[in-house]
């Protein structure tokens, strides 16, 4: 019996669902999934940019209801402290949390430039200048993880909160083929590789697309 439930949106578009269900598969708390429907109001704002925290995902835990990722995050890791969501160390923690939080909180323009969309692949696609700035900072994130910590996670040899946070950029990059160091195009490989990950990926791909604007918006 699943303990938990977790409300997602469209696994294919959506990366916020994809964040919060990565972090309750880091943490080991096994959920029941509850999808909302592709044309639910709050769904749509949050899938057409229109919103970047709405309240999906959420999770209710034992009388809690928890939304917003970072949120999410923390929370597990109270209940789960010796699931490594977060490095042991103090000072790598810090960092990990600082990344994380910048993540959650900015890129705007590469979330408007570049929409999750996990069923296609461009071989070659126009990106909006005004994304580049948040390419190189991402790329320049991922560069100073992994020389720090080793990888070929960001933090390590486990994933952490830091790897579900990043894990839709990664895939946004592999969708429109986007020009990136080789030690940012290995940190892609390792995240599209990902088991869970690629459990997520072989259900969005065989997810519906019940809202015919989603096609004209992305």
């Known amino acids: 019996m699943a303990v938990a ?3 997602l949106s469209s696994k294919n578009y959506s990366s916020w669902s994809l964040r919060g269900w990565l ?7 096994k ?16 899938l057409l940019l229109l919103s970047p925290s709405v309240l999906v995902p959420r999770l209710t835990h034992e009388g809690a209801s928890v939304w917003d990722t ?50 296609v692949r461009h071989a070659k696609f126009p990106i909006f200048s005004g994304a580049k700035p948040d390419i190189e900072r991402i790329e320049t994130i991922w560069a100073e993880c992994l020389d720090s910590y080793g990888g070929p996670w960001l ?12 894990a839709p950029v990664a895939e946004r990059f592999l969708t429109y083929a986007v ?8 940190y892609c490989r390792t995240i599209n590789s ?25």
């Open 31 to 46: 959920v029941e999934e509850k999808l909302i429907a592709l044309d639910d109001a709050e769904n749509r704002a949050e």
């Open 179 to 186: 020009p990136v160091s080789a030690m940012a195009a290995a």
């Open 70 to 119: 970072l949120a999410i995050a923390e929370y597990l890791h109270e209940l789960y402290p010796d699931a490594g969501m977060y490095p042991a160390d103090r000072i790598a923690r810090a960092h990990c949390r600082s990344v994380s939080g910048e993540i959650h909180s900015g890129f705007a323009n590469l979330r408007s430039a570049l929409p999750m969309n996990l069923k």
């Open 23 to 29: 972090l309750c598969r880091i943490a080991g708390l």
């Open 194 to 218: 990902w088991d869970i990950m690629r459990e997520w990926i072989d259900e969005a791909r065989v997810e519906p697309d019940e809202v015919e604007e989603l096609d004209i918006e992305f």
């Open 155 to 166: 933090f390590g040899e486990k994933p952490t909160v830091a790897d579900a946070m990043f």
């Open 5 to 7: 439930q977790l409300t």
